[in-house]
């Protein structure tokens, strides 16, 4: 049985994530870790770590005879840019301390997730393929495809199980936003539920890939247990369910809650970043590799929403 380490477990991802994989490997096998003293998000084993200390990250791994690692310790898009030499150390120095640590104390596997901010604006933006330029333009880009390289590196050099998934925006009822450039997709709901106008800052145009957290979830746990000799890639694969913009999303809503409104100002930092992310992602290695398949569309996902946060 996996005994696992999940870094950041207190943040978007990782508060979701810990309670799918508890259900999943049991309650005492998957441990909780973040920043934070307090961990009354954890329900369960919860361990106080700053993935930049590497002697507590040590004993972590070895007190609890951890066998896989899901890294989602990291700053994101937006709050990278404020602080791009903490963005840095914290996404990369992090992930080196994780696969450093791994490599040397019996971890199996380590999932670090990559992001569409891999990508930049010379990369194709429709059906962006797996395979393709990268060159990002933000902090936490460059993080983001460093990060993905050196899961490489120690796949190959060390034969560390490295793998991970380049995901689109995420869509959560549970997890506030965590400063991100996809961030409006989540704060929209509330506003909507409050029955208050909503001030989005990117353009009613913008369309971008978008993920609901079920589905994100899933796709962690379905590629950490895929064989290994099925998987070509292995590490930062394209993943995505639905394509929308603010426009479209707000229209969605309103087929709900008729008389919400939106309007905008866009915020240039966070718009010029949308501006070079992709607008769809091709996912064809995924599903033929390890047969991702997302269950939400914008449809459904906008009723589960609405409903949850009601």
């Known amino acids: 049985m996996q005994k696992i380490l999940v870094t950041g477990a207190l943040g978007q991802i990782g508060v979701e994530l810990?309670?799918?994989?508890?259900?999943?490997?049991?309650?005492?096998?998957?441990?909780?870790?973040?920043?934070?003293?307090?961990?009354?998000?954890?329900?369960?084993?919860?361990?106080?770590?700053?993935?930049?200390?590497?002697?507590?990250?040590?004993?972590?791994?070895k007190e609890h005879k951890i066998t896989r690692i899901y890294h989602l310790a990291a700053l994101l898009s937006a709050v990278g840019e404020h602080h791009p030499l903490k963005a840095w150390d914290v996404n990369m120095t992090g992930t080196l301390n994780v696969y450093e640590a791994a490599r040397h104390h019996g971890v199996e596997s380590v999932f670090v997730p990559s992001s569409i901010g891999a990508f930049g604006a010379s990369t194709p933006l429709d059906q962006t393929p797996q395979d393709t330029i990268q060159r990002p333009s933000t902090m936490y880009g460059i993080t983001k495809v460093a990060g993905e390289l050196l899961g490489d590196y120690y796949a190959n050099k060390f034969g560390l199980d490295c793998r991970g998934l380049r995901f689109p925006g995420l869509i959560s009822y549970l997890a506030p936003p965590g400063g991100g450039t996809t961030d409006y997709a989540v704060e929209i709901f509330h506003y909507a539920v409050k029955g208050q106008p909503y001030t989005c800052y990117l353009r009613p145009d913008t369309s971008l890939d978008m993920m609901y957290m079920p589905d994100a979830l899933q796709a962690c746990i379905q590629l950490m247990e895929a064989p290994a000799d099925q998987l070509i890639h292995r590490n930062a694969f394209n993943v995505t369910a639905m394509q929308f913009t603010p426009e479209q999303l707000t229209a969605e809503i309103q087929k709900h809650v008729p008389d919400f409104t939106i309007n905008y100002e866009v915020d240039p930092i966070r718009q010029s970043i949308a501006d070079s992310w992709p607008n769809s992602m091709d996912d064809s290695a995924a599903r033929q590799e390890w047969g991702w398949s997302p269950e939400y569309d914008l449809s459904k996902m906008v009723a589960e929403m609405l409903k949850h946060l009601r």
Do not use: C, F, M, W
Request: no cysteine.
């Open 18 to 61: 810990i309670d799918a994989l508890r259900k999943t490997y049991g309650k005492n096998h998957v441990i909780a870790s973040d920043l934070r003293a307090d961990a009354e998000n954890a329900y369960g084993p919860y361990e106080q770590l700053d993935v930049l200390d590497t002697q507590k990250l040590t004993e972590v791994i």
